[in-house]
């Protein structure tokens, strides 16, 4: 067990339709990242929050937006959703912004999003 | 653009039958290089991480070197609960995200 959680652990929604995954991230942890695995692709950054700011952006689509709450949990909105956005999504958590060395991120157990 | 490569794409062992997965990367100011295992439907699990050429680091029976444009993950004598799959990952300079490789399927037959 990583310390991470995610919920919910499945979701089933139908095209055009809007949700919201969450992530809780290990105690004491500031930074907050959203990755996207599919099926035909690894494991693709969307974006990281520090302390409840954004610090980085990567392959994360405009109908996508997230955000960290002043508890330090997160949310990741997805918008518009089409049959594409199908995939695992994942949180992960690490220490701090910018150590000495790169920090280890630790991953949840993923939600898993089906659009019809 | 940074890019992580691993090889080959699925591997099949006999349990006890040694072996290495590959991990290529293109990433200048290579910030530091990362293992994890992940099983089916499961969130990846940190396994090592490796900062400078010339590293190792060992967990059981899992070894992890680093070189200036590869690292190796070396499983010695492997045992059918190390089928997994295992994902190398680096992290670039200037923030803090982890650039994937698409993984490495090993299954261990008893």
């Known amino acids: 067990d990583s310390g991470v959680t995610q919920t919910p652990k499945h979701l089933i929604t139908a095209t055009g339709q809007r949700v919201t995954l969450r992530c809780s991230p290990r105690s004491g942890d500031l930074s907050v990242y959203w990755y996207q695995q599919s099926l035909d692709q690894g494991l693709q950054f969307l974006i990281q929050y520090y302390n409840g700011e954004e610090r980085a952006k990567g392959n994360i689509l405009e109908r996508f937006s997230a955000q960290q709450f002043p508890d330090l949990h997160s949310e990741l909105n997805l918008s518009s959703l089409e049959l594409g956005d199908s995939a695992l999504y994942f949180c992960a958590s690490s220490g701090g912004e910018r150590g000495g060395r790169e920090e280890t991120q630790y991953f949840g157990p993923g939600t898993r999003l089906l659009v019809l | 653009e940074d890019q992580v490569t691993q090889s080959p794409e699925a591997l099949r062992l006999q349990e006890g039958e040694s072996s290495s997965l590959n991990c290529s990367y293109t990433v200048s100011g290579l910030r530091g290089l990362f293992w994890y295992r992940q099983d089916p439907g499961k969130g990846p699990e940190f396994l090592f991480t490796?900062?400078?050429a010339g590293e190792e680091k060992e967990k059981e029976r899992l070894k992890a070197t680093l070189t200036k444009k590869e690292s190796f993950l070396h499983i010695t004598a492997p045992k059918p609960e190390d089928s997994a799959t295992y994902l190398c990952?680096?992290?670039?300079?200037?923030?803090?995200?982890?650039?994937f490789g698409t993984g490495t399927r090993l299954l261990v037959s008893p």
């Open positions: 990952a680096a992290a670039p300079p200037g923030f803090q995200k982890l650039v």
């Open positions: 490796l900062y400078s």
